[in-house]
């Protein structure tokens, strides 16, 4: 059965607090299905972009089987924010108006200890994710994993895809190692990386690739000084996931010589 890789649309009713642990300046919000979300803002420091590495790392470990609090699109009006006091972020609610990304909100959830054992393949397919996503945001001193009803949960996938920040020579950053893989949580307990590499081979498609990036709102693609149409910009997006993928024995390869 195909997976379905649709988002829902939330409208945003209610600023709950800022998450000033983020670099970002997320925050907890009440929307109008009456659940409350982590939302990341597209007037943040990264802009859409960190949007974007959200989506479609989230999509790709939803894919992979691993556990991630369900994303939707939000929306905000607007007069949002104009009652907000902290003129920080009352800027930066300004700066968000239209479409931004929420990840259901875990409540209870607690950060995941890194002398807790988890199962191997789980780790493995984690490290393997990261290392193709170029997620460089998973270490000792920021999991940025969850526990919450006796499982893990992934959350914040907004340090990957890095390679969009200066937006040249796609295909060369393609075929990066990935040396940060050394500093991975997991990489100590990701003894089955092989099998990882097999599975992600297997489930990630051209043709889920291409519908992930599809994904992708064309209002998130509207950049500052970019030649590129949004359907072009998916593209590149497209050409380097597949061009990793099918040199994933690069980033593998970095993975197993990190854990020796």
């Not at 509207?222 to 050409?239: G, K, V």
């Amino acid at each position: 059965m195909e997976k379905d890789l649709s988002l829902r649309t939330v409208r945003v009713m209610r600023y709950i607090v800022p998450l000033r642990e983020g670099g970002s300046l997320p925050a907890l919000a009440e929307a109008d299905d009456d659940f409350t979300y982590v939302l990341k803002f597209r007037g943040a420091g990264h802009g859409t972009k960190m949007l974007i590495s959200e989506l479609l790392g989230g999509k790709i470990a939803s894919i992979l089987g691993l556990n991630i609090p369900e994303l939707v699109f939000a929306t905000l009006d607007e007069d949002f924010g104009r009652t907000e006091g902290d003129e920080e972020i009352q800027d930066l609610l300004k700066g968000s108006k239209g479409l931004n990304l929420g990840m259901h909100f875990l409540s209870g959830a607690i950060a995941y200890d890194s002398s807790i054992s988890i199962d191997p393949l789980m780790a493995s397919k984690i490290v393997w994710l990261d290392a193709f996503t170029t997620n460089i945001d998973r270490t000792f001193n920021n999991t940025n994993l969850l526990w919450w009803h006796k499982e893990l949960w992934i959350i914040d996938n907004g340090a990957s895809f890095y390679f969009h920040h200066s937006w040249k020579d796609f295909d060369k950053h393609a075929l990066n190692p990935f040396s940060h893989v050394k500093d991975h949580v997991l990489l100590p307990q990701a003894s089955m990386l092989d099998e990882a590499d097999r599975l992600g081979k297997e489930l990630l498609s051209d043709d889920l690739l291409r519908k992930i990036t599809e994904l992708i709102p064309d209002d998130w693609l509207l950049w500052p000084h970019a030649t590129e149409t949004p359907d072009e910009i998916r593209d590149i997006y497209f050409l380097f996931m597949k061009i990793r993928l099918q040199n994933s024995h690069l980033f593998l390869n970095c993975a197993h010589n990190a854990r020796g």
